[in-house]
Every structure is written in C-alpha cells, then in structure tokens.
C-alpha cells in the first residue's frame, strides 16, 4: 500500500497515512489519496523532493514521500503502479500487445540506468520487472518487437483431375495483428479455382498447372 511516513520532531512513534486517509497537524492537513500520490499542505510550505519538509505555523515535520514510476512502453502495457513508497521494492509485470513479443532487454533508470541483474530483474518469458529497493523516481523503458508474419500453405502442392473439386489448400498466417487480406501477386490459377477467404477451392475446367505467390 501507499503511504506517506511523518516524523513530527517531537520523539512520538512515526504516523502513517494509508490511502484515503487524512491527518491534521495544527495549520497542516496532509491527505493521501487512494490510487494517487498527491500531498496537500494548508497554511505552510511543500518542498517536493524525496525528503519533502513541511512547515506549519504550530510546527515543522519530515515526510518521507511515495516516489514516482514512469513507464515508457511502446506496444507493450504494464500492470504496476504509478509509485512506490521510499526504500519499498517495486514489481511489475510487462505484456506485450496483440502482434508484438517482449525484447530482450529494457532500460531502467533510477537517477541513473541501472544494470540488469544487479540493480533490477527482468524475465523477458513472463514480462516481470523487479526492483529491490526504489530511493529515487524510476523511468521504465521499453519497446515490444513485432512478431514476423508467416504464411503456409496447408497441402502446398495439390493434384486433381478435370471436372472434380480439388481438397481445398488453406492458407494459414501466423503473427502480426488484425485480420490478413491475401491476394495472389503472381501467376494464375487453373482454370476454375479461386482464392477467396483464405482458402484456394473450386472444380478445374481444362488440364494444365498452375504456381501463383500469394501474400
């Protein structure tokens, strides 16, 4: 959870405020919103950094803030928060979009780019990101590569006889996005078969071979 930690000064135990939560310190109100990391001060001074110090006409404190986490995807999407508490580990979980495969690497950057595998994990199979201890803003970034298109021919080669209908060669494509529009870009089918919907079907009318390429 989020949470924002005060330390009054004053030698009394920390106090925590959980999301939704509101807490009165004289002049000073803090709230943490749930789902958001906005701190609000009335009648004193917000300095927004990592060790945020408030000052407020019955008194001073430290807040030790939530700290930002900036995803930059390309084609990919994640399921971690937008922020996480100071010194708190951080997880994430990268999918890619429909078409798209994770890469191989990403880029991390917490004040300065971290090295894989020492200052944070990442497993390209189940898309997890894994940061052990955040003690600044955190940049994520990545790009999904596009799956290569591939099309088959299921039989490739067929063989038929005058007035019958062949077995039908269906055209199978894998990868890519989105529903694929085939069209022959050379050579001619025999007379009396078509191409419509993916599939090659029909009766031929007169002996002869055909070889087309289709895409």
């Known amino acids: 959870d989020s949470k924002v930690v005060i330390d009054t000064g004053s030698g009394e135990p920390g106090v925590v405020v959980k999301p939704g939560g509101t807490l009165n310190l004289g002049d000073i109100t803090i709230q943490n919103p749930g789902g958001d990391t906005v701190i609000v001060v009335e009648g004193g001074t917000l300095n927004t950094s990592p060790d945020t ?8 404190g430290v807040v ?31 999918t890619p979009e429909a078409g798209y495969e994770l890469p ?3 880029t991390v950057v917490m004040g300065t780019e ?8 990442y497993d390209k199979t189940s898309g997890v990101v894994s940061i052990t201890s955040v003690t600044a803003s955190v940049t994520i970034t990545a790009s999904g590569n596009p799956i290569p298109v591939m099309l088959t021919a299921v039989p490739n080669t067929i063989s038929g006889k005058v007035l019958k209908a062949i077995t039908p060669v269906e055209l199978q494509v894998t990868g890519g996005s989105g529903t694929a529009e085939l069209s022959i870009t050379a050579g001619t089918l025999p007379a009396g078969l078509t191409l419509e919907n993916g ?3 029909g009766t031929p009318t007169e002996t002869g071979t055909g070889t087309v390429t289709v895409q």
């Not at 110090?53 to 001073?60: A, E, P, S, V």
């Not at 971290?114 to 994990?121: P, R």
């Open 53 to 60: 110090t408030l000052t407020g006409k019955d008194g001073t």
């Open 64 to 94: 030790e803030h939530v700290l930002d986490v900036t995803a930059k995807l390309s084609n990919i999407t994640h399921n971690g928060p937008s922020y996480v508490n100071s010194g708190e580990a951080y997880s994430t979980t990268l």
């Open 104 to 106: 191989d690497t990403i």
């Open 114 to 121: 971290l090295e894989a595998g020492t200052g944070y994990t």
């Open 199 to 201: 599939r090659i079907a």
